[in-house]
Each structure stands twice: as C-alpha cells, then as structure tokens.
C-alpha cells in the first residue's frame, strides 16, 4: 500500500482558495490511481476527486465540480488538490488515497492523518 501524508489545510473565509498536497512513498506511486476524500464531523466519508496514474483523467463530486481541480506530479510523488470558491459545507477533514478508477473507491483501507480544512462563513 501506498503511505500518504497530508497537508495544506488550514482556516478560511468563505470564498477563499486553499490547495492541499499529498506526498506519497514509494516508486509505483505514478502507477497509481488516487483519490481524495473529505470527513465532516458527524458525517460518512465522501469521495471529493479522483485522477488517473497518468494525470489524463479526473473525476470529481457533483457538489465540488467547477471548484476543486485534482492535479499530480509524479516526479515529486505528490498529488494536489486545489479548492477554489470555498462553501462552509467543504468543512472537513480531507484524506487521500489510492483509489479504484471502476468504483471510486478506496483500495484499501488505509488512511493518512488527514488535513483539517474549515471555511467560515
């Protein structure tokens, strides 16, 4: 499995722009589909965006599309995750992972620690 950490998160205005990172170990990391999810408090974890190995493909939630844009850079082993025109529903803690391209699922059950993004209104 893939090991990920977490970062970029922090507290901002509703509207504001925040873009998390995703640094992941290993050399198969750019053979890797991978996703990222968000937790809020009370809440089921949800899929937020997905891109493909190559970086030709993403997929995002119906309630981030046109806002979020997944991104990666394979050399740096890293994936990005850019949030624009921030709601106070995008509240959470947002994980990455490698996911399942046919489900948007994750493919295991492994998690990071997370990174707490909170949108004030």
């Known amino acids: 499995q893939v090991q990920v950490v977490e970062s970029g998160g922090g507290l901002v205005q509703t509207g504001g722009s925040l873009k998390l990172s995703c640094a992941a170990s290993?050399?198969?990391?750019?053979?890797?589909?991978m996703g990222w999810f968000r937790q809020a408090p009370g809440k089921e974890r949800e899929f937020v965006a997905a891109?493909?190995?190559?970086?030709?493909?993403?997929d995002y939630a119906a309630s981030v599309k046109g806002r979020f844009t997944v991104s990666r850079d394979n050399a740096m082993n890293t994936m990005y995750l850019q949030m624009n025109s921030l709601k106070p529903e995008d509240t959470a803690v947002y994980y990455c992972?490698?996911?399942?391209?046919?489900?948007?699922?994750?493919?295991?059950?492994?998690w990071g620690q997370g990174t707490q993004v909170t949108v004030s209104s």
């Open positions: 290993g050399a198969r990391f750019k053979t890797y589909n």
């Open positions: 891109i493909v190995w190559s970086g030709g493909d993403t």
């Open positions: 992972t490698r996911i399942r391209w046919a489900t948007m699922t994750p493919s295991s059950d492994y």
